[in-house]
Structures are given as C-alpha cells and as structure tokens.
C-alpha cells in the first residue's frame, strides 16, 4: 500500500519518517520547499530518545503526489486543510482514501468538504513532534494513534490499513471518535496553557498547581462532550494529561511552536469550538473562554494577527 503524508512539518514527518524505517512505502507531501530540498538531498533527520539517524524517504510538493497512492495521512495544520486536499484532489478522485489524525474538532466535516464520505477515515495520535529546521525533526516519545473510517462500510478496508501500519503504533478503534473529544480535552488544557505560559509540557509537570489547572481546563471540555452525549471518559482524559506530563516533559506542543514561529494558532478549533459548543448547550466554561481569548491576544500581539 502506497502513502502520502499530507503536510509534512513537526509531525508529518515524524510518522513519515519513522513508517520509512518500519519499511511503508511512504512519501512526504508539503510546501515547505527548503524541508522538502533537504529530505531529497540529505534524508530526514529524527531525533528520538532511541537516537539520532538519517532516513531515505522521498519528498514533493502536494501536486506531485504520486496517482497510485492510496491512503493520505492528513497532517496540515487544519487551517491548511482545503488548500492541502485541493492540490491532491485527482488522487482522491482516483479512490485514495483520506485519514485526518490532525488535532481539534470539524475536522472531519472540513475533509469532507473534499472527500467523499465513504474515503473519510478520522483518529487522533499521541505521538509529539518537533520542528527543529529544514529536513530535520524530534519526537519526544513514542505512542499512540487509533482511527476508523467515517462510515461502517469502511471497516474492513480500516482494519487492513491498521495491519500495515501496526509497526509505528496505529491501531483500529471503534471508540476512534470518542478519542478525538478525549484528546481535545488534552490540547484545550495542555497546548493552550503551554502556549500562554511560552514553556513546554515539564513547565507545567513542575508544580502541582499546573497539574491541577490542566485537570480543571480538561474538565469543561468533558463537561460539553457529555452534555452532547458524547460519553467521554474522565479517567481517559486524566491518563493522557499524566502520560503527557511524565513523558513529554521537553516537547513543545505544536501551538506553542507556532507562537513561537508567529505562526496562526489551532486555538479556534480547540477552546474556541469548545466555548462556541459549550453555548449551544447552555454549559458556562469559563476556562476555556479565557483561554480563547488570551491565545487570540498573544497571536495578535505578536504578530498583528487575530486566529
Ligand atoms: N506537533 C505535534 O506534536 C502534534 C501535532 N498534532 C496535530 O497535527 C497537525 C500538524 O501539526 P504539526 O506537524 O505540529 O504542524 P506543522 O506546522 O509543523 O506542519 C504542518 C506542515 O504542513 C505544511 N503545509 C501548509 N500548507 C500546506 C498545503 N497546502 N499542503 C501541504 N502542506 C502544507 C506546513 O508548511 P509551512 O510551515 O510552510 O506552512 C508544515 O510543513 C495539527 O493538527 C496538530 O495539532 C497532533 C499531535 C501532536
Ligand atoms: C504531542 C501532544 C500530545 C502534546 O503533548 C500534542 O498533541 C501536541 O503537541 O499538539
């Protein structure tokens, strides 16, 4: 099975690279030209606890993708997503199927925007990433991705991908929906806060009034989900914060990065759809609204940008 990774920055690359050394054959999609000239000319650089190495994986620009790909791992950042599926759109229209493991909520409603239904495969991952500059990346642990395809007909196409990808960590999972609200919970709490405070995740390990805070932030965002039905595990979401906080202690989570690269943020698809959500079914969340509007700020002042 041929795959593309369709934004190729901090995480795309991760997972691209460490599916080349597990053998998938695998390209990296982007529009970074200098990331892209780098990997061709030198190979990837990942960095992880298990050690530096150079890994031959070839990359391109989204329009060169290769038409017999077909499984696209969508890892844009969201605000990226209609432009990044528009220039692979003939390799969609030929059948690949496209998984969004990108963080946030709608992702899936943006993918289908341009996707058919029956190609729309949507999860979450753990797995950190870190851009360190042209052609090379760190990650700071390794972990977890789980999805399954939008409609049930897609189960077991779902189940064979999840064999292929088996070696870097992905798995099938049911409950793959439920684990995107999970996971926003954690990005509310984690990435915002790291963003405002400008220090990664063992900032916050710190002190146990961060601990305590990130639980709190996490809490409203759980609160909504239920609210909505959606039956989000509180122990789940507590079990992400800690593996976080012992883990991921020197990783900078991706809205950190992108404050401080001066890039927009994905604040208004985490606290800013949970605020808009929360609204909808008359729950106060008043965390995640300062939260919103602080990020918003920060980008703003920094930038002249508002998210
Ligand atoms: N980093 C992490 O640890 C984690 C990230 N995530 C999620 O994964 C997603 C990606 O995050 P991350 O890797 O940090 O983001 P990055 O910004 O590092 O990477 C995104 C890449 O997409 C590129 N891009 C922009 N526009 C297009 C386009 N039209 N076509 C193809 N590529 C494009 C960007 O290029 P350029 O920079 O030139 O714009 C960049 O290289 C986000 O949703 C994030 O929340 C989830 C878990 C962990
Ligand atoms: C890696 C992780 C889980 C933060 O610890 C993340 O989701 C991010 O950086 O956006």
Known sequence: MRIAILGAGALGSVIGGLMAEQGIDVCLLDVNQAHIDAINRSGLQLDTPEGSRRISISAMRPEECPGDVELIVLLTKIFHTDAALAAVQPVIDSGARVLTIQNGLGNVQRVARKVPEAQILMGSTMIPGGYVGPGHVSSAAQSWTVFKPLLDSGIADAEAIAKVLAPVGFKYSAEAELQIWQKAAFNCAMNATCGL?????????????????????????????????????????????????????????????????????????????VVRQAASVKIGVPLNTALATLIGLKSAHQSGRQD
């Open 197 to 273: 405070i400008a220090g990664p995740v063992g900032a916050i390990a710190a002190d146990p009034k961060g601990r305590a805070l990130v639980r709190v932030i996490a809490d409203e965002v759980i609160a909504v989900a239920r609210a909505k039905a959606i039956a989000v595990e509180r122990d789940a979401v507590y079990q992400h914060l800690d593996v976080a906080l012992a883990e991921h202690q020197k990783h900078k989570p991706s809205m950190l990065q992108d404050l401080e690269a001066g890039r927009q943020t994905e604040i208004e698809a985490l606290c800013g759809e």
